[in-house]
């Protein structure tokens, strides 16, 4: 039940309550901010060497952002140089296979979340970031169990109805119309902005 009712909102999630969210944005937490681009520079400067090294190097960064220690995952696939071609070759295309996500998250703790930022800071332009407060945002509530926002057919919903959102250029120009009033610096992916919103909307709820 408290999955159909994420889908269902999620489905009916429109520009409009973007928009209202972005006017509304409190954002206290400037630290976050200033180090997301920083953190995107660092992933640039190493995304020439599509590899396990960098997989696992930008892993433990985005970890750091959680923070919790990666100390579980399958350890078995990072022998498999094939698997982690295919891997790369997912992520430059943006897909959202089911079967590709499975694999990643064997390097990121078993998490949908870990792997939605590690996949952000591989491709800021196709992937969002997907956590506790853009699932509250959209579900309506606070409160939350992990093992049900930690889902990949949620995430690959709330990515699909992201990418549908950022492709409106118009509604995309006015959303970073409003975040720039905000102090937001809009440098940064359609995609991001629109989630920016979603975290953002919670977090400050908590705070």
């Excluded at 295919?86 to 959202?96: D, Y």
């Excluded at 998250?105 to 969002?128: D, E, M, Q, R, W």
């Excluded at 120009?173 to 989630?195: A, P, Y």
Aim: glycine share 4%.
């Amino acid at each position: 039940m408290s999955g159909n009712l994420f889908h269902e909102k999620l489905e009916y999630l429109s520009e409009e309550q973007i928009i209202k969210m972005a006017n509304n944005l409190v954002i206290r937490d400037h630290t976050l901010l200033k180090h997301y681009p920083l953190l995107i520079s660092f992933s640039e400067r190493n995304l020439a060497n599509r590899d396990l090294t960098t997989i696992m190097g930008l892993a433990h960064m985005i970890y750091g952002w959680m923070p919790t220690m990666l100390n579980r995952g399958n350890v078995g696939q990072y022998s498999n140089n094939e698997l982690v071609d295919k891997i790369w070759e997912n992520i430059s295309t943006g897909a959202l296979d089911k079967n590709f996500i499975e694999h990643l998250i064997g390097f990121v703790n078993y998490s949908i979340i870990g792997a939605s930022k590690l996949l952000h800071f591989c491709n800021p332009n196709s992937y969002a970031i997907y956590d506790s407060n853009a699932y509250a945002t959209i579900k309506g509530r606070k409160a939350y169990n992990h093992s049900e926002i930690d889902d990949i057919s949620k995430y690959i919903a709330y990515m699909e109805k992201l990418k549908a959102l950022s492709k409106n250029a118009e509604f995309i120009q006015g959303l970073k119309n409003v975040l720039v009033t905000k102090k937001v610096d809009v440098n940064i992916s359609d995609i991001r902005c629109i989630e920016m919103c979603l975290f953002y909307t919670n977090k400050e709820k908590k705070t």
